[in-house]
């Protein structure tokens, strides 16, 4: 991991040698490669300036005064100089809701940041945020290798197609949406908004529980069916990546496999540290399931059918047969 980041706590931005905060063409500010950026190096982490729970305009702005007056001056700066998307009677609670960042996945509660927030949206994201509940901040990773000069992005839509990313980031953040993705030609974006949808198909599926009890075979399948259309849409590097792989885990210990369940926690593991580095709670947890896998409260929770050991293993298989190995091809 290359740069530990700077916490924001100056009245000026901090400075970063990795990046830097420019205007870039039709997007407002923006961060901006400074030097070419390996995958999984973490870019930033900084402390929230305040953290807002989501509620009505109205009831945001009341929330959120004590709030800023408490603030430095310098603080109370950096947070009015984020751009708000809603102005009018309601300014503070527009700068949250153009900027907060949940923390945590479905997270009730978000956080706005003097420089994590200027980060601009691309459906095919080179970087991670995540919010690090134990230390009390936002990261920001680079899930794949940035070039100097390549601005630094995420995604902040939800998934779906082009069309229904395109409406939804259009509401909620007012830009039309023309990043690679998007402005590809009609075949290609048929393509990939075909495998967007596939993509969430999948995820649903193998979220079931009821499935992943009377058919674990067909859940792992989708698994690694999933893995398939994500390496296709975006190339390696993605953080859900690491949810899938942790799905497969889940599968896999219920069923009483620690072996297989070994391999996937180790692979949810370095998923997460590319994500979200060494430090974040789920990282930590990925390495604890992966060093001792039947720790997990579900182990054998669901049938002992598929009853293995940890040092089974196989050492001795070439990748394509471990692959088929570990996704229980050709059972
Ligand atoms: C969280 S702020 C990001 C920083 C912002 N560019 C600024 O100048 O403060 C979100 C706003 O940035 C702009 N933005 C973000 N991603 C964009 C994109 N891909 N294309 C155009 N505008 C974008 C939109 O105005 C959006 O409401």
Redesign the pocket.
């Known amino acids: 991991m290359a740069n530990p980041g700077v916490d924001a706590t100056s009245s000026q931005v901090p400075e970063s040698p990795l990046f830097d905060i420019k205007q870039?063409p039709?997007?407002?500010?923006?961060l901006v490669a400074r030097i070419d950026i390996p995958t999984g190096t973490r870019i930033f982490r900084e402390k929230p300036l305040l953290i807002a729970r989501n509620m009505s305009p109205h009831m945001l702005q009341k929330d959120l005064e004590p709030k800023i007056k408490a603030l430095a001056k310098d603080q109370q700066r950096q947070f009015l100089?984020?751009?708000n998307?809603f102005p009018g009677q309601y300014a503070f609670a527009g700068i949250v809701k153009?900027?907060a960042l949940p923390c945590g996945s479905g997270a009730m509660v978000g956080a706005v940041y003097p420089t994590i927030?200027?980060?601009?949206?691309?459906c095919m994201p080179n970087s991670h945020t995540n919010w690090n509940e134990d230390a009390g901040h936002e990261t920001i990773h680079a899930t794949r290798f940035i070039k100097a000069g390549e601005e630094i992005?995420i995604a902040?839509d939800k998934g779906g197609t082009s069309d229904t990313r395109r409406a939804s980031?259009k509401q909620?953040?007012?830009?039309?949406?023309?990043?690679p993705v998007c402005s590809l030609g009609i075949p290609e974006l048929q393509a990939s908004d075909t495998r967007r949808l596939q993509i969430q198909a999948l995820d649903d599926a193998i979220g079931d529980p009821f499935r992943m009890r009377s058919s674990p075979a067909a859940s792992l399948a989708d698994c690694h069916s999933l893995l398939g259309v994500l390496d296709e849409e975006y190339g390696t590097g993605r953080a859900v990546l690491a949810r899938l792989y942790y799905d497969a885990f889940q599968i896999c210990i219920a069923h009483s496999d620690q072996a297989r369940a070994t391999v996937f926690a180790e692979r949810a593991y370095k998923s997460r540290v590319v994500c979200e580095g060494e430090g974040s709670p789920l990282t930590q947890k990925m390495k604890r399931m992966m060093e001792n896998p039947a720790g997990h409260p579900n182990f054998g929770g669901y049938s002992k059918n598929w009853k293995t050991s940890k040092s089974q293993v196989p050492k001795s298989l070439d990748a394509v047969d471990f692959e088929k190995w570990l996704w229980r091809q050709g059972r």
Do not use: E
Request: charged share 15%; aromatic share 10%; with cysteine.
């Open positions: 870039v039709g997007k407002g500010k923006g100089c984020l751009h998307n153009t900027n927030c200027l980060v601009n949206h691309s992005t902040y980031l909620s953040f007012g830009f039309d949406c023309d990043c």
